[in-house]
């Protein structure tokens, strides 16, 4: 199983980027799917969850400027970013949750995807 993440990139404050990741491999079923970021010198830290069935969550820093969705078709995992700030700027990973096809569960993550927010 693997996850690709794609999408970031260096934008000014105040603009707008899209991340995607796909998950490929030997899937029966991809549960909750979400994003983490960790900046320079700090920890990881959650961004925002989406369940299978669409529920969300977020990190109180991002609500009302980014937004998850996911298409389960495709087995990706979208994270909208809105009027970005320079505090958003980190390495941006996603992961996933995962049944196999030979019935393991576990979580799986992305190698992540650098946004850099210049001000």
């Known amino acids: 199983v693997q996850l690709q993440a794609s999408g970031g990139g260096l934008v000014q404050a105040g603009g707008s980027l899209r991340l995607s990741c796909a998950v490929s491999g030997s899937i029966f079923v991809t549960k909750n799917m979400g994003w983490y970021r960790q900046a320079p010198g700090k920890q990881r830290e959650l961004v925002t969850t989406?369940?299978?069935?669409?529920?969300?969550n977020y990190a109180d820093s991002v609500k009302g400027r980014f937004t998850i969705s996911r298409d389960n078709a495709k087995n990706t995992v979208y994270l909208q970013m809105n009027t970005l700030k320079p505090e958003d700027t980190a390495v941006y990973l996603c992961t996933a949750i995962i049944v196999t096809d030979i019935g393991t569960t576990r979580d799986y993550w992305g190698q992540g995807t650098l946004v850099t927010v210049s001000s």
């Open positions: 989406i369940t299978r069935g669409g529920s969300t």
